[in-house]
């Protein structure tokens, strides 16, 4: 919660309880500073943060039996501003990704993959050789070079999902090219077009995208090493059709401006540092931010660029909101209702991902995906889950309801 919001909690018992808070300091019940009261299924419970911090409220069926204990966090009014520049995302791997298996011509009727002998698969992420750490992926030839001609294997760390593991792969000489290969395609690098979602002033970061950046050959999740965003411009759009998702075509500017770091790469887009809120923002100030039990089917609005670089606001419909008491993508559908933006883009394109959401002056979510054969309408994310993963609200797990 945040503090000088309040919040009511319906009781879903057939008797009266008791409730107590272990912290009254920093959060009340019905407008009392007492730590426990008597609380009925006829009456919701009103809860008034006072401050930040931590407190737990528990439930007693007769005053005696335990039954639920709930853990709130207290945090900061918050306010964001909302985003919807186009940006052009660079991103760099930690470490060399595998994104193919290569046949090496050993001879005329001979063709080998030393890699895929060696057992490496399609989304390994290769971190060191012999023990020297990967960070340029110009580096990796003279290695293998150096191994092939003193007929010496490589000893290749790499990370498999969440699990780091070790093999021996023998370079192989490749004839028709007169070079030593390990059979692999890899690379180490990614670049893109996307949506700024927010910016947060007080604590110097952004957030981006409301996806996570996979590499496009293996659709596995990049592992940042390092990366930038930076100021980039819409030249042209194809329209979406059914069955058909269009995309923003942009370019990043010559002298392109760099507005930001990449730190993380999650399921809910791109985290990192940014010094000051970007050029053609359509708000100055931070607005405040609703958590996904706020967020109402009804009118809302994106703010996305469809031209150059200026941000507009379009009119769009959420048709569903998803029940999400922890991290989850797709909790929300929309549907574009606005004439303007129809007409353009035919809908939701790629390129419009991290769009924001804004719902009755607050900033409720991101765009994340367009429906292929539905090209108007299209998946959202709560912005909880992106502050979460900015590091600018803690994690809700600590909020979950939890039975005694």
């Known amino acids: 919660m945040?503090?000088?919001?309040?919040?009511?909690?319906?009781?879903?018992?057939?008797?009266?309880?008791?409730?107590?808070?272990?912290?009254?300091?920093?959060?009340?019940m019905n407008g009392s500073a007492a730590s426990t009261l008597k609380v009925s299924p006829q009456q919701p419970l009103q809860l008034q943060p006072q401050h930040s911090g931590k407190a737990k409220l528990t439930f007693k069926l007769f005053g005696k039996i335990p039954f639920k204990t709930v853990q709130i966090h207290v945090i900061p009014d918050l306010r964001?501003?909302?985003?919807?520049?186009?940006?052009?995302?660079?991103?760099?791997?930690?470490?060399?990704?595998?994104?193919?298996?290569?046949?090496?011509h050993v001879d005329p009727t001979t063709k080998v993959s030393p890699g895929e002998n060696a057992g490496i698969q399609l989304g390994d992420l290769m971190t060191h050789m012999n023990g020297q750490p990967l960070k340029d992926i110009s580096k990796v030839a003279q290695i293998v070079e150096d191994a092939g001609s003193k007929?010496?294997?490589?000893?290749?760390?790499?990370?498999?999902?969440d699990k780091f593991m070790k093999t021996n792969l023998t370079p192989a000489f490749d004839q028709?090219?007169?070079?030593?290969?390990?059979?692999?395609?890899?690379?180490?690098?990614?670049?893109g077009v996307g949506t700024l979602t927010f910016y947060a002033p007080e604590q110097g970061v952004y957030g981006a995208l409301g996806h996570v950046i996979t590499d496009m050959n293996t659709q596995t999740p990049i592992t940042v090493g390092s990366g930038e965003i930076l100021q980039s411009s819409v030249t042209s759009i194809s329209k979406s059709q059914d069955g058909e998702p269009g995309e923003k075509r942009a370019h990043f500017l010559k002298d392109?401006?760099?507005?930001g770091s990449i730190e993380r790469n999650t399921h809910f887009g791109i985290f990192g540092k940014m010094a000051k809120n970007p050029e053609y923002s359509l708000?100055?100030?931070?607005?405040?931010?609703?958590?996904?039990?706020?967020?109402?089917?009804?009118?809302?609005?994106?703010?996305?660029?469809?031209?150059?670089?200026?941000?507009?606001?379009?009119?769009?419909?959420?048709?569903?909101?998803?029940?999400?008491?922890?991290?989850?993508?797709k909790g929300l559908v929309i549907r574009i209702t606005d004439p303007r933006l129809i007409e353009k883009t035919g809908g939701i394109v790629q390129g419009m991902s991290g769009s924001p959401i804004v719902q009755n002056g607050k900033l409720i979510g991101a765009v994340t995906h367009v429906f292929v054969n539905d090209p108007k309408s299209g998946y959202?994310?709560?912005?909880?889950?992106?502050?979460?993963?900015?590091?600018?609200?803690?994690?809700?797990?600590a909020l979950n309801l939890k039975a005694s």
């Open 2 to 28: 945040f503090a000088g919001d309040s919040n009511s909690v319906q009781l879903a018992m057939p008797v009266a309880a008791q409730a107590t808070i272990d912290r009254p300091d920093v959060l009340q």
């Open 80 to 104: 964001v501003i909302p985003g919807g520049q186009t940006i052009g995302v660079k991103v760099k791997s930690a470490g060399i990704l595998v994104v193919g298996h290569h046949l090496v």
């Open 151 to 161: 007929k010496q294997p490589l000893e290749i760390t790499f990370k498999r999902g």
């Open 176 to 191: 028709s090219e007169q070079k030593w290969r390990l059979g692999l395609y890899i690379r180490d690098s990614a670049a």
């Open 256 to 259: 392109s401006k760099v507005l």
């Open 283 to 329: 708000y100055k100030e931070g607005i405040p931010v609703a958590f996904a039990e706020e967020v109402q089917e009804g009118p809302a609005e994106i703010l996305t660029v469809v031209d150059g670089q200026q941000v507009e606001k379009f009119k769009v419909n959420i048709v569903h909101v998803s029940k999400q008491d922890s991290p989850a993508t």
């Open 380 to 397: 959202g994310c709560f912005i909880e889950w992106m502050l979460q993963d900015s590091g600018v609200i803690p994690q809700r797990d």
